[in-house]
């Protein structure tokens, strides 16, 4: 029987259904929306449909949506500013800032003047820490998203054997670490990884972010696997994941479609971020 499908629209439409009565409770306490910024440098265009998601959304949601697209010459110093007057901006409770960054510009030094409460990502470095040690504050969107796509299956976690293919800041190493949170036995691959195939059909979950079209072929996959595929690549005939979708479904018992999958949880999980920040503010501003 072919895997189940995992509908990561239909995921975030349940996740979205809680969101409205908050954000109207959060306006009328505060006299304004939760807000979001969205900065946007440089001109990939990935990054620019991204981007439009994300305040399509925020804006669909009611938030507070902060525009700022700066050129692709923009200097480091020119980031930070703005970083530093959106930190003080008492309108804006959740700052992103899209990568990749151009190359002049250096991500780590972002994201470490990114203020921790507004760190809607969770890419600064005490956010990724406390990842690490297991006591979260914002996890960042993506591996949240699957988290929860691996959730809706129902599967237990607990004594399995994933499997992340790619080791990325972005998504393969927080993912690891929530897996690992949830009890399940974790193998982390990579470029260098020797008998890639060997590990993939060893995996009872198999989450692959490596960003290469059939990456990981239909056959790597064990019987009765759960497959979580993060990629987003281009082709001849539109937009594939890092997995060999048709055959891989012949063999796993869940699957993530590209698009559809992963890429809608992302967006959902941001949202998520985005109020629980604003409610923490809140929080901290009254005591
Ligand atoms: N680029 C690809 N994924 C992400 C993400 O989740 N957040 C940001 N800021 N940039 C990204």
């Known amino acids: 029987m072919p895997a189940q499908i995992i509908d990561g629209k239909a995921e975030a439409q349940k996740i979205y259904a809680d969101l409205p009565a908050r954000v109207n409770a959060f306006r009328e306490r505060n006299g304004r929306p939760p807000g ?34 700066l050129p692709a010459t923009t200097s480091e110093d020119e980031v930070l500013t703005l970083i530093e007057r959106l930190n003080q901006d008492p309108a804006v409770d959740g700052i992103l800032v899209q990568m990749p960054l151009p190359p002049q510009v250096s991500e780590e030094k972002i ?16 956010n990724r820490g406390r990842l ?10 993506t591996p949240a998203g699957i988290m929860t796509l691996l959730q809706s299956t129902g ?6 054997k ?21 009890n399940a036995t974790v193998t982390m691959c990579h470029s260098r990884t020797e008998n890639l195939d060997a590990e993939c059909r060893a995996a009872d979950i ?6 290469k079209k059939s990456c990981v072929l239909g056959d790597w996959i064990k019987p009765g696997a759960v ?10 005939s539109g937009l594939c994941g890092d997995v060999a979708f048709e055959q891989a479904r012949e063999r796993a018992a869940f699957i993530t479609p590209v698009p559809g999958g992963v890429g809608p949880m ?3 999980m941001l949202m998520v971020n985005t109020l629980k920040a604003a409610e923490a503010r809140e929080e901290i501003n009254r005591s």
């Open 266 to 268: 992302t967006i959902a």
């Open 206 to 211: 198999l989450v692959v972010a490596v960003g």
């Open 162 to 182: 994933a499997v992340v293919v790619g080791r990325s800041l972005l998504v393969g190493k927080p993912v690891a670490m929530l897996l690992l949170q949830d």
């Open 132 to 141: 690490f040690s297991g006591r979260p504050r914002f996890v960042p969107c």
């Open 111 to 126: 994201v470490h003047a990114i203020s921790l409460d507004k760190d809607v990502d969770g890419f600064h470095p005490e």
């Open 227 to 236: 497959v979580i595929d993060v990629g987003i690549n281009r082709d001849e």
């Open 36 to 69: 979001l910024a969205v900065v946007w440098v440089g001109e990939d265009p990935a990054s620019q449909v991204y981007v439009r998601n994300k305040r399509k959304k925020s804006e669909e949601l009611g938030l507070a949506s902060f525009k700022h697209d």
């Open 155 to 160: 599967v237990a976690l607990r004594g399995k």
